[in-house]
Every structure is written in C-alpha cells, then in structure tokens.
C-alpha cells in the first residue's frame, strides 16, 4: 500500500493511539502528494504525475534524517486535468471538488493535533488551486502552515540534462517526464511510441505566452495532436535517474526547511 513511501514515513500505517501520543506535533510534517490521472501522449500512462510526486517523495524520505518527523499521506490521484479531456483515459475534478477535498484532508490533519501541512502537488494545471487552498485554511485556522508547493520548484539539474529548446518549450510529456519514468516505472514506458511536437510558434514580439507573466488559456488539443508538448525522443534511463536524485535532494532540503519554519510575527 505505500508504494515507494519507507513503511515508516506512511501516515495511514500509524494507529490513533500512535498519532495521540506523537510528541511535538505542531512541527511534524505532513506531506500530501497531489497527482493526476490524464494523458501523456502515446508513450507514457495516464499516471505520470502522480508517479513522479510519490516517486520523488518516496526517495527523499529514505534520505531525510530520521530525527526529523515527516509522513506521507495517500497520495490524490485524480486532480484538475480538464485541459487534457478531449484525450480518452483523462480524469478530471472539477475546480470546486478538488477544491473541497483538500480542504477537508486539511481540516483532518488539524484536528489531528498537527501544523505543518505540505501540498506536494506534480500537475501543472493545478498550482493555483493548491496555493488558493493553502491560504483559506491558514485563514480558517490561524496557527496551521500550508505549503503550497510544485514537486519540480526545488533546486535540481533538469534543465542542464535537456536541450535550450527542450529547457523553454517542454511542458508536457517531454524529456523530462519521460526520463524520469524510465527510472521510475520503466516497465510502463513505450520509447517505440515516443513522438516530438512542439506547439505552434508565437508571434516574436508578443508579450503573450503559453507560460508566463502573460499567459493565454489553452487546452491541449490547441496545441498538440499527439498530447505531447516536447520531445520523448531523446529520454533516458540514466538522464532519468539524475534527475530523480537530483529532484529528490531538492525534496530532503524543502522538508528539512518546514520542519525548522517558525509562522512569521509582526514586529
């Protein structure tokens, strides 16, 4: 059941008697890994994201100190994916519903006794959801520390390992994901299949974006046949290695800063 989580860093294998008696547990750190289940191309399966943020998490927790309290919660497959839809096999929350379940996990958690909640979210198409979440429930609940937080926002080498226009433009399914699953789940990944497509070139003197400071919606469909934004093509087992050690490190500094995070006070 706890897939690449260590058995003693999954929260759902504790008891309440455990949880009761867990000593300072307004710093222990609870980590929820929020994936998808959407499409990435004819190559790789539906569950890429939530692979990479279990994946990621499951390797930083082996190597986090064992001083230090952090446990992962199942993690969310599903997620917000509807600019993925018009592909089979996407499912999606709305909005409002992933909205609601997190913020019931996290009223759960803080009753719970806890105050460090980590949303370890790897879809690209959900941050703001993450972060409006993050922020309601710090509202709700005055002394309670949500994280926000995208599962490729810490410092890694990634960009180093792919091409500048991999770097820039790869956003779906490309280079990086599919490395990475190759160290991951190798056995789910189909490199005969694997395709290149880059979306549809922009005006050169626009302020408008994709991603960016000025971003345009966009569903996927408007931009790419295959599902694929990026190229496939050039993944490796042994880029994808680095990169999971890499994202990983990045993973035991992060938990290692909340942990020791004290809530700002006015001066």
Do not use: C
């Amino acid at each position: 059941m706890h897939n690449f989580i260590p058995p003693e860093r999954f929260f759902p294998y504790l008891t309440w008697t455990d949880i009761q008696a867990m000593p300072n547990k307004e710093n222990v750190v609870i980590i929820q890994p929020v994936g998808a289940i959407e499409q990435h191309g004819p190559h790789l399966p539906l569950i890429v994201d939530a692979a990479i943020g279990v994946g990621v998490l499951g390797e930083a927790l082996k190597k986090l100190d064992t001083s230090i309290p952090a446990y992962a919660l199942p993690t969310l497959y599903y997620g917000k994916s509807n600019e993925h839809w018009h592909f089979p096999g996407t499912i999606t929350l709305s909005t409002q519903t992933l909205t609601a379940v997190i913020m019931e996990m996290g009223e759960s958690i803080y009753r719970a006794g806890f105050r460090k909640l980590v949303l370890m979210n790897s879809h690209g198409g959900q941050p703001q959801v993450m972060q409006m979440v993050a922020r309601d429930l710090h509202i709700q609940y005055g002394d309670f520390l949500v994280f926000p937080l995208f599962t490729w926002r810490v410092p890694h080498i990634t960009k180093e390992l792919l091409t500048p226009k991999e770097a820039a433009q790869g956003m779906h399914a490309g280079d990086a994901e599919t490395s990475i699953m190759l160290a991951i789940l190798p056995e789910q990944v189909r490199m005969d299949q694997a395709v290149a497509e880059y979306p549809p070139e922009q005006e050169e003197r626009s302020l408008l974006s994709l991603e960016g400071k000025l971003p345009v919606s966009w569903a996927t469909k408007d931009i790419s046949k295959t599902g694929v934004i990026g190229d496939a093509t050039t993944a490796t087992k042994e880029k994808g290695d680095r990169i999971l050690e890499s994202v990983s490190n990045g993973w035991v500094q992060a938990i290692e800063d909340i942990y020791a995070f004290v809530q700002p006070q006015p001066r």
